[in-house]
């Protein structure tokens, strides 16, 4: 089993950065994939990003490529979505996901999801 607690949401103004944290428990955390997620009011939860077991391999979705950066740092057993250039668009609640084996953007494919944490972005 993983636990996961996302961290790091706020408010910030338009072209502004956030970083997001997703702390997971267990000491199993390299054997997961990871992924961010985020659902804005009246949307559908969306993928935002992922990244392999060891880190070597990411995948972000076209709406924020060149923007955002998904991290881990296993030692620490967490992951991290660096987010730069902030736009009004992206306010959402994010969520973090683990799932065993390969990521995938499919998040009914991810067993394990955090309370998510919101960020909201000011024009």
């Known amino acids: 089993q993983v636990q996961l607690v996302e961290s790091g949401g706020g408010l910030v103004q338009a072209g502004g950065s956030l970083r997001l944290s997703c702390a997971a428990s267990?000491?199993?955390?390299?054997?997961?994939?990871m992924g961010w997620f985020r659902q804005a009011p009246g949307k559908e939860r969306e993928f935002v990003a992922a990244i392999s077991r060891s880190g070597s391999s990411t995948y972000s979705a076209d709406s924020v490529k060149g923007r955002f950066t998904i991290s881990r740092d296993n030692a620490k057993d967490t992951v991290y979505l660096q987010m730069n250039s902030l736009k009004p668009e992206d306010t959402a609640v994010y969520y973090c996901?683990?799932?065993?084996?390969?990521?995938?953007?499919?998040?009914?494919?991810?067993?394990?999801w955090g309370q998510g944490t919101q960020v909201t972005v000011s024009s």
């Open positions: 996901a683990a799932k065993r084996g390969g990521w995938v953007i499919r998040p009914n494919e991810y067993e394990y």
């Open positions: 267990g000491r199993t955390f390299s054997t997961y994939a």
